[in-house]
C-alpha cells in the first residue's frame, strides 16, 4: 500500500492540512505501507518562495517520516503533456476557447485551453497559460509514483469522479480514496490560505498534533512528547488490510 500527501507550496501549512497529514499517515503505517510527500508546485504563478521548504521543515517538526525523495510536480510536464498527447489521440480532449467557469460541454474547435469531455461537466486540463491543472497532474503522478490509498480533505470530493474518469481513459489503475470532514473556522468556513488561516506553530507541535488526532476521534497521551505520541497511536492502531 502506498499513501501520500501533496500540499502546494502557496503559503505554510495551517491545522486542516495538519489533519490531512495525520489521517493520511496513520492510514499508510497502519497498512504497513509506504507514505510519500509531493510537493504541487505546478501552478507556477502561486507558489511562494521558500514556501516547499517550510512545509516539509513543519512535517518534521510534527514527527512525519516519508518514504523516498519528495516529488516536485514542476519537473513533471513531459509526463503531463504526454498524458495530454493521449487524450487527444483518444479524442477525449478538445482545444476550447470558453471561460473556465464554463460547465456544458461547448463547440470550440480552437483555443489554447484543453478540456477533457466528461458527461455534462467537461474539466480543463490545460490552462490557456499553458499550465497544467491540477486534476491532469494529480491522476499523471499517482499512477508514477504508485498510490494507492488515498486519504484528502472532502473539499475535494467533487474532483474524486473526475480523476476516476482520467485514470480509466488512460488506464492507469483507481487507488481507494476516502475523505476527511473539514476543519472550519469560527465563520463555518473552510480552513485554507484563502480564509487566512493562521501557519502552524511548530513550537507547539505535541498539543496541535493532539488536536488534530482527537479531531480524528483518535487518543492521544498529554504532556506527550511528538515522538511519544506517535508512539502511543501506533501501539493502540489496529492493522489494516494493504488494500
Known amino acids: 500500500m502506498t499513501g501520500r500527501f501533496a500540499p502546494s507550496p502557496t503559503g505554510p501549512l495551517h491545522f486542516g492540512s495538519l489533519v490531512t497529514a495525520v489521517a493520511s499517515y496513520l492510514d499508510a503505517r497502519a497498512r504497513n505501507g509506504r507514505w510519500l510527500v509531493r510537493m504541487e508546485d505546478i501552478d507556477t504563478p502561486r507558489n511562494v518562495p521558500g514556501a516547499d521548504e517550510d ?29 495530454l498527447d493521449r ?40 490552462r490557456a497559460d499553458g499550465i497544467f491543472t491540477y486534476q491532469l497532474a ?17 473539499d475535494l470530493l467533487d474532483s474524486t469522479p473526475r480523476q476516476i474518469h482520467l485514470q480509466k481513459l ?3 489503475p483507481t487507488p481507494r480514496y476516502r475523505h476527511v470532514s473539514l476543519v472550519v473556522n469560527e465563520k463555518g468556513e473552510k480552513l485554507s490560505k484563502q480564509t487566512l488561516a ?3 506553530d511548530i513550537s507547539g507541535a ?21 515522538r511519544e505520541i506517535w508512539s502511543s497511536v501506533f501501539s493502540t ?3 489494516l488490510p494493504a488494500s
Open 170 to 172: 488512460l488506464g492507469y
Open 138 to 154: 494529480v491522476v499523471v503522478d499517482d499512477a508514477y509514483q504508485g498510490v494507492t490509498g488515498i486519504i484528502r480533505g472532502a
Open 55 to 83: 512545509i516539509l521543515h513543519a512535517l518534521q517538526a510534527f514527527g512525519f517520516e516519508w518514504d523516498g525523495p519528495v516529488l516536485y510536480q514542476s519537473t513533471r510536464t513531459e509526463a503531463y503533456r504526454d498524458a
Open 206 to 226: 505535541p498539543e496541535l498534533l493532539r488536536k488534530a488526532l482527537d479531531f480524528l476521534g483518535l487518543p492521544s497521551p498529554s504532556g506527550a512528547t511528538v
Open 198 to 200: 493562521p501557519a502552524l
Open 237 to 239: 492502531f489496529p492493522t
Open 87 to 126: 487524450l487527444k489521440q483518444l479524442g477525449a480532449a478538445y482545444p476550447c476557447s470558453c471561460t473556465r467557469t464554463t460547465k456544458m460541454p461547448c463547440r470550440c474547435t480552437t483555443g489554447n485551453r484543453w478540456r477533457v469531455r466528461f458527461d455534462q461537466d467537461d474539466f480543463t486540463v490545460l
